[in-house]
Structure formats: structure tokens, C-alpha cells
């Protein structure tokens, strides 16, 4: 049975960071750390071996084995026939029959055998799932942690990296990274716990399912009873459902009951139901006092931009209707609550240019001048070709016309550069960065093809900069092209 919420397409605007961190970070431990253990693992199995421990153990471990797990004789003797290698693997990671090994009077009466055991088990336990997995009945920190970053094979590092992703893009933006970030991690831990306070045995756990089975509990926290999407996988069934989230935790909950009472796989379903209640109790419980802050407008499936649009479409009806006052006076503050946007600056510079509003100029093309290098060139364009006309002497602002300047040059327009290059140089007051432009300019025009200015540039230059390096570099660039 599969059952995931199906509610939200994935909004590359709103990257789901921290899921992607820790996916990647459970794929370094697990290809960068973990793929060691095979020989750590045959380094343990040599040390039990040249220690003689076989010997001693096989008769002990046959005995203890066969009597938990139920074997009659002729299992008990496949065990114990089994190849030297195989079975002192089987022996070294049997943790319960070391505690009981610890128990016999021979072996307390033994510092020989004590110390041949010890040597060997340091060994094993530099293993990952020895070393950082969680064992009920040895209880550790460092385990309870560490085993949610180990995984047993790579199909269960996928199918967990699978399942954190379909349930944390959504989550990470509807919690906050930070609080998603802290969930997931307390979810992972009570899910150790639920497990060691229910089930203190000598098995070793390692993969990140209880803290993403936190994760499936915080979905249904954050939504409670609205009704939402799912899919659903059911043998040959398969297709997609409406129904409130909360009714979905029980079907969660039954399956890892079911799991449980068959007992029929290595599935830690303890961990998966301490996720789970855990996931869902962290979101539910103070979702319900208002204690939590949930991104209601992205669970509502609000659009983000909607309040801009809206206020778009307010300023192009004042537009329309004529009511180009009401339009400017409105203006400035929408500059200052939605920088940037460059459908409203298209608008308002319309208007700027019809009232020859100076505040609302200057407003709108400061954050023109302000647009990355691919934004607003058609607009910028337009700015330099209303510069010409005799009526927009709002335009022709040195100030106005150097940033023009320097955005066209960007924009490789030689033409229009040329245009605003002139009106600089025909005016009294001429920016210091001319003379560096005019060589910019005069590269550019040549690297099009259009050396008919050149004369004009060069001849600026030296009226009025004389001593100035670029005029000497524009002279030495005419002489290279003439040759």
C-alpha cells in the first residue's frame, strides 16, 4: 500500500534547501563513508580468526542461536558447517550472544579470551552501523543520532531519499527551514526512543525512515482537516484521491501496526510509529493553540505575486480611464513596496513621460538603471529614443543620460550609445567617467563595424581631455585599424 500526498507541484522559487542538504548529505556518508565498511568488515573477520576465538565460540554461538531462533538439529548443524569466513561474520555481529558470551564463568576466568574478544570487537566496531547505528539495549547518543544518516543498502538509501523529498519540499516551505530542519531531527530521535523504550533489544538500526515518517505525521499536522490530494498505489489500483489530511494517519498508522504484529520483514516499525506520532503531535498540538507559524498562503495555494497583480491591475485601470494623476500620485509608493518589478516601471514611466513628472521619473529609472544587464532593455531602448525628441527635456539630464550611456554600452547598442554620448559631450557639465565611455564607445563601434564616428570621438578627446590616457589609447587604437 502507498499513499502520498499528491498537493503541491514543486516551486523551483522556492527551493527546498535544507531537503536537498540533507539528501545529499545522507548520499556523501553513505557513498563517501559508509562504502569503507566491506573491509572494515573483513578486517574484523581476520582479527576474530587470528585470535583462535572460532574454536572457542562455535559451539556456544550454535547452542544460543538455535535456541532463539528456534532451530531444530539439522538447521543447527547448517549453522555450524557454515564456511569459516561466513560464520565468524555471524558470531562477531551477534551483540546478544556477546552479552551472554559475558556472562559464563569461563569466560570471566579468562583474560586471554577477554582480551582476544576485545581486540576483535574494537574492530568490528569501527563499522558504521556499529559505530553511529542505534542499539536499544546499548543505548548511545551518538547512535540515536548518528543512525539516521546511515542506511543498509542502496535501495534503502534511495526509497528514504525518495520519500524525504516527495514530503520535505512542501513542509520546508510551509514550516520555515530552521523549525522544519529542528522537527525532522526530533522526529528521527523519538522514533529511537519509542523503539528502545517498546523493544530494548540487541539489533542494530541504522536509515533516516523515523525522522521522513516525522515528516509524514507533520503533513498531516500542518493540514488537519482540510481536504487535500493524494496518491494512492493499491496492488493494481492506482489513481488519485480528495479527503482531509487527518483521515490518512490512521491508514499510515494501521499499516506499521500491521507490519509490527506480522513481524515478517527487518522493517523497524517502531521507529516508523514514533515518527509518525511524534511528527504529527509537534504540528498538530500547537497548530491548534496558535503556537506555530505555518505559511497559510502556501498551504492555501495563494499566488505569491497575487497582492503585485492586483495592485497592477488597479494602476492599468487608473491608466486607462485616463486618471493619470491618481496613476502618478500612487506612483512612488508602489515603487517602494515592489522594487524591481519591471512591468511596473513600464507603466509608470508612461505616465512620468506624459506629465513630465520629475520625482516620478527620477523614482522609476533609478530602479531601471538598477535592473540586471538582460532586464529592461527594450525599455532602456525606448528611454534613449524619447532622449532625441525636443519634448521630453526631463530625459535629457546628464545624470540621466550617463547611466543611459553606460546601460546601452552593456546592452552593445552602438547606436543609441552614440546618441547619448553626444548629448554628454554637447553639454556644459560633462561626468568624469567621459573620457573612459568615449573609448568604450569608440572599441564598440569598431568591433561593429562602424568606424564612421570615430574621427568625432577621437577629436573630442583631444579638445577636451588632451592629457588624458584614454585619448592617447584612442589615437594608438586609429593608427592600428589604419594599418
Known amino acids: ?35 569503507g565498511d566491506r573491509a572494515r568488515q573483513e578486517h574484523a573477520v581476520s582479527v576474530y580468526l587470528e585470535e583462535d576465538l572460532l574454536s572457542r565460540e562455535r559451539p556456544l554461538f550454535a547452542e544460543s542461536f538455535s535456541r532463539r531462533e528456534k532451530l531444530d538439529e539439522s538447521q543447527k548443524h547448517s549453522v555450524e558447517a557454515l ?24 569466560y570471566q576466568q579468562d583474560p586471554l579470551w577477554q582480551a582476544a574478544r576485545a581486540k576483535a570487537e574494537a574492530a568490528r566496531d569501527q563499522i ?132 509490527l504484529l506480522r513481524a515478517a520483514d527487518h522493517v523497524n516499525y517502531y521507529a516508523h510509529l514514533g515518527g509518525l506520532a511524534s511528527g504529527f503531535l509537534m504540528v498538530w498540538l500547537p497548530r491548534r493553540f496558535n503556537r506555530i507559524k505555518v505559511d497559510e498562503a502556501y498551504l492555501a495555494k495563494e499566488d505569491p505575486d497575487a497582492p503585485f497583480k492586483r495592485e497592477l491591475a488597479a494602476l492599468d485601470e487608473l491608466i486607462g480611464r485616463f486618471a493619470l494623476d491618481q496613476a502618478a500620485l500612487r506612483g512612488p509608493d508602489l515603487l517602494a513596496r515592489y522594487p524591481g518589478r519591471l512591468l511596473l516601471i ?17 523614482a522609476l529609472l533609478k530602479q531601471l538603471f538598477a535592473l540586471p544587464q538582460q532586464q529592461g532593455t527594450a525599455l532602456l531602448k525606448r528611454v534613449a529614443d524619447d532622449s532625441a525628441t ?63 564616428n570615430l574621427p568625432e570621438l577621437a577629436a573630442f578627446l583631444r579638445t577636451h581631455y588632451p592629457d588624458a590616457e584614454q585619448t592617447r589609447q584612442l589615437a594608438l587604437y586609429q593608427q592600428s585599424l589604419a594599418r
Request: hydrophobic share 50%; proline share 6%; aromatic share 12%.
Open 346 to 362: 513600464e507603466r509608470l514611466y508612461g505616465v512620468a513621460k506624459s506629465r513630465q513628472d520629475a520625482p516620478l521619473m527620477s
Open 83 to 106: 564456511r569459516r569466513q561466513q560464520l565468524a561474520w555471524l558470531i562477531l555481529r551477534d551483540m546478544e550472544f556477546g552479552q551472554e558470551l559475558r556472562q559464563l564463568p569461563a
Open 128 to 259: 558504521s552501523a556499529q559505530r553511529f547505528g542505534f542499539i536499544p539495549a546499548k543505548f548511545t547518543l551518538q547512535g540515536l543520532i548518528g543512525c539516521m544518516f546511515l542506511h543498509g543498502d542502496f535501495w534503502h538509501l534511495a526509497g528514504n531519499m525518495v520519500f524525504l523529498f516527495l514530503f520535505g519540499f512542501a513542509l520546508e516551505v510551509a514550516l520555515g527551514r530552521a523549525l522544519y530542519l529542528a522537527l525532522y531531527l526530533i522526529s528521527g530521535i523519538c522514533s529511537g526512543l519509542l523503539w528502545w523504550a517498546l523493544d530494548p533489544v540487541w539489533v542494530t538500526g541504522v536509515g533516516a525512515s523515523g525522522a521522513i515518517s516525522g515528516l509524514m505525521g507533520m503533513y498531516i499536522g500542518v493540514y488537519g482537516l482540510k481536504r487535500i490530494r493524494f496518491f494512492y498505489w493499491l496492488g493494481p489500483l492506482i489513481g488519485y484521491f480528495t479527503a482531509p489530511a487527518l483521515w490518512v494517519l490512521p491508514l499510515w498508522m494501521g499499516k506499521e501496526l500491521y507490519g
Open 1 to 35: 500500500m502507498l499513499i502520498v500526498p499528491a498537493e503541491h507541484p514543486l516551486d523551483w522559487k522556492k527551493p527546498p534547501v535544507v531537503t536537498l542538504l540533507l539528501i545529499l548529505l545522507n548520499c556523501l556518508i553513505y557513498f563517501g563513508y559508509q562504502s
Open 390 to 452: 525636443a519634448e521630453q527635456r526631463l530625459l535629457k539630464h546628464p545624470a540621466i543620460q550617463l547611466h543611459l550611456l553606460q546601460k546601452l554600452l552593456q546592452a552593445s547598442d552602438g547606436g543609441r550609445s552614440l546618441a547619448a554620448w553626444q548629448r554628454l559631450a554637447q553639454g556644459a557639465q560633462r561626468p568624469p567617467q567621459l573620457p573612459q565611455l568615449t573609448l568604450l564607445l569608440a572599441k564598440q563601434l569598431s568591433a561593429q563595424r562602424d568606424n564612421r
